[in-house]
């Protein structure tokens, strides 16, 4: 038997997989961490609506990635911004991190959850509900846990403690913190899907589906093969960051700045 020439022999090249969609008939912009800058949401906001105009009319999903609270002054006008997204437009889906699981907590006067509200910035959201500064630290834990309890709206927390733990959109799968590498998306844990750090940041194999995330702070969009984070540290650093997302492509939009990627 006579062999093949040796270009037939040859393995075809090993094509790149294809680029992640959320699928040409939809738009999607993911705004990340927001600890209670309701300055910077409404500028990102109008930014979203001024870029969304420009790209055509076609459904438009938003979706808040989560840490909507605490660190920033205006974590109680904030929920206000997002219970207005939710009333006006039917394609807002807001994730829960771990900042709206402690404020839960929290609100519903639980004093051992309120030591640790503290200590991820809630002064700063008790200060946005009315009480001073300077009360709230003179409370001890129970007496912060009362007040929250008598000082914040329930129709703020029946909002909060409605958030998605995931939103999933054609190839992207849309989180706070991120996943746990391994375990399949839909039998993901919801203390993963909000407290995960380290091991999934870590990780450098791909996923089921492209990771967009927030929860850890970096000075620029942390734009990876696996994952995209987009917390920029907005509380801090002024530059609150949203992806936009429609087919395969993907761009990014910053308080003051426009980006493209």
């Known amino acids: 038997m006579i062999a093949p020439p040796a270009w037939?022999?040859?393995?075809?090249?090993?094509?790149?997989?294809?680029s992640p969609s959320v699928g040409d008939d939809r738009r999607v912009?993911?705004?990340?961490d927001i600890h209670g800058r309701d300055d910077l949401l409404r500028d990102l906001l109008a930014l979203i609506a001024r870029d969304s105009e420009a790209r055509g009319a076609i459904p438009t999903y938003l979706i808040l990635l989560g840490d909507l609270v605490d660190r920033g002054r205006w974590s109680a006008q904030v929920i206000e911004r997002a219970m207005e997204l939710a009333r006006t437009n039917p394609l807002a889906r807001f994730v829960k991190g771990n900042h709206e699981e402690a404020f839960l907590m929290a609100a519903r006067g639980h004093v051992r959850a309120t030591h640790y509200f503290r200590q991820y910035g809630g002064t700063e959201t008790a200060a946005s509900y009315g009480l001073a500064l300077s009360?709230?630290?003179?409370?001890?834990?129970a007496a912060l846990a009362d007040w929250m309890l008598d000082n914040v709206p329930r129709a703020h927390v029946d909002f909060v403690d409605g958030f998605e733990d995931s939103?999933?959109?054609?190839?992207y799968f849309f989180v706070h913190a991120g996943v746990k590498p391994g375990v399949p998306l839909h039998a993901q844990s919801p203390d993963d899907l909000r407290w995960i750090r380290t091991e999934f940041l870590d990780h450098r194999d791909g996923h089921e589906k492209m990771i967009v995330h927030g929860h850890n702070i970096s000075e620029n969009v942390d734009e990876r093969s696996n994952r995209?984070?987009?917390d920029t540290g907005a509380y801090r650093s002024g530059r609150l960051t949203a992806i936009g997302l429609q087919g395969t492509a993907r761009w990014f939009l910053q308080t003051g700045v426009e980006c493209a990627a």
């Open 29 to 32: 912009y993911a705004i990340g």
């Open 8 to 18: 037939l022999r040859r393995k075809a090249p090993i094509s790149a997989p294809p």
């Open 167 to 171: 939103v999933t959109i054609g190839d």
């Open 135 to 141: 009360d709230c630290d003179a409370m001890d834990d």
């Open 228 to 230: 995209i984070g987009i």
